[in-house]
């Protein structure tokens, strides 16, 4: 697992709050998790100083590839242009997830599946990755801690019928038990540090998230499907 230290990402997120009776442990809290009928609440995300500037197309909804080929659900595809190499340079999708409470939290299994469309060139330049990020307050104020993982897309990685699990299912925060009042759910793709893009355009899918609190309940984290 890694940990995150404080803000160097501009964040677009939208925000959505979670309703529901009783405890929010053991129950994946990310909204739209499948992306069925769209990409709402999530909304792009670009990096920020202090990193250098992301950019890269808007994210679009798929309506016809899904990590469990259901054919009535879709998934995000998303773009990170690398026109400018520039290390650390991400572009992605967020969302904020406003709790009902401010809750202890004590682990995180988070998580997310991503497919490399064979129409994407990999050349070990770019990382997808996914990102949680905890806030003592609603809206995604007051940073408090976070954790990340990735996966570089090494050459060959590319695939029509594979999906790649990403995350972390005990991720426990620094300093847990920590009081948590909201959450940002990041998945993007980033430019590696000391490595050259080949092309000025990556895109990959997102679909299947997950965000589970004080619970390391295990999660679907890799599907196949035809195209």
């Not at 060139?121 to 993982?149: H, K, P, Y």
Request: charged share 10%; hydrophobic share 40%.
């Amino acid at each position: 697992m890694r940990s995150i230290a404080a803000a160097g990402f501009k964040v677009w997120a939208v925000l959505f709050t979670v309703v529901f009776a009783g405890s929010i442990a053991a129950q994946n809290i990310a909204p739209n998790q499948n992306f069925d009928a769209g990409l709402s609440p999530w909304g792009q995300f670009l990096s920020s100083a202090p990193d250098p500037s992301g950019s890269g197309a808007a994210p679009s909804w798929l309506s016809t590839i899904d990590y469990s080929s259901n054919p009535s659900s879709g998934s995000a595809q998303v773009d990170i242009s690398t026109t400018t190499p520039a290390a650390d340079a991400a572009s992605g999708i967020s969302q904020c997830v406003n709790f009902v409470t401010a809750t202890p939290i004590n682990t995180i299994n988070y998580g997310i599946n991503v497919r490399v469309p064979t129409t994407t060139s990999t050349d070990s330049s770019i990382n997808a990755t996914v990102e949680v990020r905890l806030f003592s307050s609603a809206n995604c104020t007051g940073f408090v801690s976070g954790g990340t993982q990735g996966r570089d897309l090494l050459v060959g990685l590319a695939s029509n019928t594979t999906w790649y699990g990403l995350g972390d299912t005990n991720f426990v925060p620094p300093g847990a038990p920590v009081l948590t009042a909201s959450a940002e759910f990041r998945a993007y793709l980033r430019q590696i540090n000391g490595v050259g893009p080949s092309t000025t355009d990556y895109k990959v899918d997102f679909d299947g998230a997950h965000l589970v609190l004080n619970s390391s309940t295990p999660v679907r984290l890799q599907a196949f499907e035809v195209d």
